[in-house]
């Protein structure tokens, strides 16, 4: 991709679609070398030789299902009934919503499509301001990102070789630091208006239970299953997978079964678009660092950076201009290759890095001019997307502390590995 | 021409009723046979061993056919900073050019999938026990020959806009 020039750049830049971009690099790279084209097939195949890749399209498809259902109603009823009591409860109750329901439909937009449409009139509605409404609705979209079993994490864990389950244990202190201080500018935001959204009530706690019955389970299984151990990712997506296809399709029947077929036409195009991607770069990682691309970035690197914490903060930075111009997951099967051999020289943990990676890529879907949520909740909420970048603005400043508080601090992410 | 229009929005129909059929049954398959093969685990103790195989072939497959629904609405991951600040009409050309550049590349793909299938053929490779590799493999050349298709349509309809002074959508 750097050797090839400008051209296919500025293709990419233009509008042509990534996978043909990344393949034409490959090829040509491939020409160069004298290896036969061939190779670009038998390196795209290589998508058949991954076993967790099953578990992308599967729990694409819950999620996709999950948002068409009436869960994220429900999610947001049992929420309430548990945080509704704090002041600025319902910020609260948006902001943990969002993450929860993000993490478990993989960070593709649909978290603003789903739960926006509930929360922003709720907070219009509960006397916050507008501006702050559309703010904070559009950087919980992408909150759970390091909550397992998000998507990007999972394909993270993939591409940098490293246990996708030790990812799942050291994205949770980092998710609650981004949490919390996104729930503590909330709250000192709206200190005026105190007003907590309700009381505390058992009896409301246990009608939202009663009535998430079918969905209350579900993260207990998987992420019981995955932490004990007991399910492997690919099995913990199959679960969920067919579980929520059997409550939602037959026993609640609130998908009905001739709108399945969009779901899932929905849900595999977006698969599609990321394994055609990945089983491109597949092709163009081979040759890179074949061609010894990791070695030159280092000795590249290594002329001005001689820390760990300077190789930290230049990463950060590139990693803020990467994730506003690119999507997370071709971020991640790019860019990862590349850099995690430089990040090891300088004694940076992998699982860290990822971390670190996944929490700055999140910051890229709010950054302007291209970051997805922002065009996302331009069209859900129909305002200029001028609006949107200013009004995410204090959003953006407060996740990007908390960036760098992960960065750091290694120990956040790599305590809980033991 | 109102006719051949109509025979092309059915071939169209047609094919959108194709793809659909094809992700609904890989997935059904995809989501089946593994949480069947869960069950098998750990309450018969055994797995298929030719299940773990067919599971990556599908995965092969949705991946190649939900690139190939994608490329139906030009669904695609891009970056695509630029072209906003163009205007109209050299917008489409940009659009012709980019789409050009995607045919050309899936055309060359799909050529050397037809050779790494061929390959596969002659070397009489075998999986799932019993089945010729290079039928499960045929996906790659089918599915990028698809796509290709797909974008040689866009430019096809995109110069024949451009020829009527016509702007993008």
């Known amino acids: 991709m750097i050797a090839i020039g400008p051209l296919l750049i500025l293709l990419a830049l233009l509008g042509a679609p990534l996978f043909a971009v990344i393949a034409a690099s490959a090829m040509w790279g491939f020409s160069k070398e004298g290896i036969d084209l061939q190779a670009i097939a038998i390196e795209f195949y290589g998508i058949a030789e991954m076993p ?77 301001p507008e501006k702050f409404n559309l703010g904070l609705i559009t950087s919980a979209g992408s909150l759970g990102l390091l909550f397992a079993p998000s998507l990007p994490l999972i394909l993270y864990g993939i591409i940098a070789e490293i246990s996708v389950e030790d990812l799942f244990l050291a994205g949770v202190l980092p998710g609650f630091l981004m949490l919390l201080m996104l729930s503590g500018y909330s709250v000192w935001k709206n200190r005026a208006l105190r007003v907590p959204l309700s009381d505390f009530s058992w009896k409301e ?24 151990g007991y399910f492997a990712i690919s099995e913990a997506a199959a679960v969920t997978a067919l579980y929520v296809l059997i409550v939602d399709v037959l026993i609640l029947r609130e998908i009905p079964l001739r709108k399945l077929p969009a779901v899932m036409r929905e849900s595999m195009v977006l698969v599609g678009g990321i394994l055609i991607i990945l089983g491109m770069s597949l092709a163009s990682t081979n040759y890179m660092i074949d061609a010894g691309i990791p070695q030159k970035l280092l000795g590249y690197i290594s002329l001005f950076v001689t820390s760990q914490l300077t190789f930290l903060l230049l990463l950060l930075v590139f990693l803020l201009v ?87 601090w290694p120990w956040l992410s790599l305590v809980l590995l033991g | 021409m109102s006719q051949s ?53 599908l995965v092969l497959w949705i991946a190649v056919a939900g690139a190939v629904a994608a490329s139906r609405t030009d669904k ?94």
């Not at chain 1, 993260?219 to 299953?225: D, F, H, K």
């Not at chain 2, 430019?155 to 451009?162: D, P």
Request: proline residues 5%; contains cysteine; aromatic residues 12%.
């Open chain 1, 52 to 128: 967790i890749l099953l578990a992308i399209p599967l729990f694409t498809f819950a999620g996709y299902l999950l948002s068409e259902s009436g869960a994220p109603g429900r999610l947001v009823r049992l929420t309430q009934a548990l945080l509704g009591w704090m002041p600025a409860g319902l910020a609260i109750v948006s902001l943990a919503a969002c993450a929860f329901f993000t993490a478990f439909t993989g960070a593709s937009g649909v978290t603003i499509i789903a739960l926006g449409a509930l929360l922003f009139p709720a907070l219009q509605q509960a006397g916050y």
């Open chain 1, 205 to 228: 706690v246990r009608a939202a239970i009663r009535e998430a019955a079918w969905e209350i389970p579900l993260p207990i299984v998987v992420l019981g299953g995955i932490y004990s």
């Open chain 1, 322 to 408: 990467l994730g506003a111009i690119l999507d997370i997951f071709s971020a991640i099967v790019l860019v990862v290759p590349l850099i995690l051999p430089v990040a090891l020289q300088f004694g940076v943990n992998p699982v860290h890095l990822g971390i670190v990676f996944l929490a700055t890529m999140q910051l890229g879907y709010i950054t302007p001019p291209v970051g997805l949520n922002l065009f996302i909740a331009s069209y859900r909420f129909e305002r200029p997307i001028v609006e949107l970048y200013l009004s995410t603005l204090p959003f953006f400043f407060i996740l990007l502390i908390s960036v760098a508080f992960i960065a750091f």
């Open chain 2, 5 to 57: 229009e109509n025979i092309f929005s059915r071939l169209d129909k047609a094919g959108r009723l194709g793809e659909d059929a094809v992700l609904v049954i890989i997935l059904t398959a995809l989501i089946l046979l593994a949480a069947s093969q869960i069950v098998m685990r750990n309450f018969f103790n055994f797995g298929f061993i030719w299940a773990d195989e067919m599971l990556r072939m």
């Open chain 2, 76 to 169: 695609h991951i891009n970056i695509a900073i630029l072209d906003r600040f163009l205007p109209d009409k050299i917008k489409l050309l940009v659009k012709i050019t980019v789409h050009i550049f995607t045919a050309a590349v899936c055309g060359v793909v799909t050529w050397y999938s037809v050779q790494f299938v061929q390959m596969s053929h002659e070397f009489g490779d075998i999986l799932m026990g019993s089945v010729p590799a290079w039928l499960p493999q045929l996906i790659l050349p089918v599915g990028f020959g698809l796509i290709c298709y797909r974008y040689s349509l866009f430019v096809i309809q995109e110069i024949f806009r451009l020829s009527r002074g016509g702007r993008v959508q």
